[in-house]
Structures are given as structure tokens and as C-alpha cells.
């Protein structure tokens, strides 16, 4: 395991579905973080996890967002009654904390579009 | 509130070139600093950091970074442009007292075009 992995990298579903993504992250990091990136913008922060808490939620995740990282390993995104404006790609990373290290590395993201 | 600016929507320089992309931040202690690279339908690649020390921070690929404080930039540079260079590059930036990296901000980002 040499680095974060996402899946799947696409996803086309249509308006209304439900949607499911996975991320698994580098083995030994204890924190896991989803943003969302659509084009011509940077990635937008989402949801963040230490071990299996899920200490900090943005505004832009809505009520029909949801994320769990059941065993503080990997971590599920799943997205209720998809809306258009939902498309974008979906990035995951991860990171060790309390040791001094200040980035996160991220997995190559899932995109997502809604028809 | 924190923020990051990329002024220029994309770079193009010519093969073996030096190249600059800049970035200018915003944060009300001290900054860390970051950039990143993304290749189409891809995930952002860690290039380098400015955590203290140095104001010159090398790090991927050849790249490097130069800390200004006075200018509150941190503009990537290159010596010698490769057209493998061509990709999205993004900078972000936190305040070193904010919290984990759950704080950062991103940039909107800057295309760079290699010529061959």
C-alpha cells in the first residue's frame, strides 16, 4: 500500500440515485479527509476523520451527504437523491497527525456525474 | 479569514525555459504553505512545502519555491521547463495555528503549458 486509492474513479448515475464511494488510505495515517473539486476550482473541503471520529463537517456537506470510517481505516462517502449539481470529482487524503507532519496526500479522486 | 491567490488562469512557457507560477496569500499568523500538482483525472500530487527555516523550499521534480514575507507570495519555480510539466498546479495555504490540515485553503489553481 503506497498510497491513497479511491473507488471507483467514475461514476455516472442518473438524477435522484444514491451513490456510494470508498476510500482507502495510506496504512499507518490516522486521519482521512474528503473534499470536492469542481472545474476551474481548487478542492473544497467536506468532512475530516481521526481514527473513526468524524471530528469536522463543512456547511457544503448537506443533509444528503453522509461519510463513515467505521474501524478508523477506510472510509465511505455516500450522497442520498443525487442533484446535478452534485457532479464534480470527489477527492480523498490522508495524513498522520501529532507527529509534526503538516500535509496530506490525496488518492486520485472519484468523478462524478449526474445525468 | 485565510485565502490564496493564483493571478494567472494559466502559464505557458517554452520547453527548457524557467518558469514561474505565482502564488500570494492572505492569513492573519504565520503561514504554512503548500503546492500541489494535478495531472488530468487525477488526484493532487504533493510538490513541496514552507513549514520555517529556509525561505527557499525545494522539493518534486525540481521544483522549488521561494517564501517572501514581505510579499506574502510563494511563487514555484523551475529552472528548465519539461513538457511533462504541463499539468494544473495549486497552492494552499493555512495558518499554523488553525488546526490540523482540515484547514487549509486551496487555490483556484493555474494551468501551466509547456511548448514544445
Known amino acids: 500500500d503506497t498510497g491513497v486509492s479511491q473507488d471507483p474513479r467514475h461514476k455516472i448515475t442518473k438524477r435522484g440515485q444514491n451513490v456510494t464511494f470508498r476510500c482507502d488510505p495510506i496504512?499507518?495515517?490516522?486521519?482521512l479527509y474528503w473534499y470536492r473539486q469542481t472545474l476551474g476550482q481548487g478542492p473544497e473541503f467536506l468532512t475530516y476523520f481521526q481514527n473513526e471520529a468524524q471530528l469536522e463537517k463543512s456547511r457544503l456537506l448537506s443533509d444528503r451527504f453522509s461519510a463513515e470510517r467505521p474501524k478508523g481505516s477506510f472510509s465511505t462517502l455516500e450522497i442520498q437523491r443525487t442533484e446535478q449539481g452534485d457532479s464534480a470529482m470527489y477527492l480523498c487524503?490522508?495524513?498522520?497527525?501529532?507527529?509534526?507532519?503538516?500535509?496530506?496526500?490525496f488518492g486520485q479522486g472519484t468523478r462524478l456525474t449526474v445525468v | 479569514a485565510q485565502s490564496v491567490a493564483q493571478p494567472e488562469d494559466q502559464v505557458n512557457v517554452a520547453e527548457g525555459n524557467p518558469l514561474t507560477v505565482k502564488c500570494t496569500y492572505s492569513?492573519?499568523?504565520?503561514?504554512?504553505l503548500f503546492w500541489y500538482v494535478q495531472y488530468p483525472n487525477r488526484g493532487l500530487q504533493f510538490l513541496l512545502k514552507?513549514?520555517?527555516?529556509?525561505?527557499l523550499v525545494k522539493g518534486s521534480y525540481g521544483f522549488e519555491a521561494e517564501f517572501n514575507k514581505s510579499q506574502t507570495s510563494f511563487h514555484l519555480k523551475k529552472p528548465s521547463a519539461l513538457v511533462s510539466d504541463s499539468a494544473l498546479y495549486f497552492c494552499?495555504?493555512?495558518?499554523?495555528?488553525?488546526?490540523?490540515?482540515?484547514?487549509?485553503?486551496f487555490g483556484t489553481g493555474t494551468k501551466l503549458q509547456v511548448i514544445p
Open positions: 514552507y513549514i520555517t527555516g529556509d525561505n
Open positions: 492569513v492573519s499568523g504565520n503561514p504554512y
Open positions: 487524503a490522508s495524513s498522520l497527525a501529532g507527529t509534526g507532519s503538516t500535509e496530506a496526500f
Open positions: 496504512s499507518e495515517h490516522n486521519r
Open positions: 494552499a495555504v493555512r495558518d499554523i495555528n488553525s488546526g490540523g490540515y482540515q484547514k487549509v485553503t
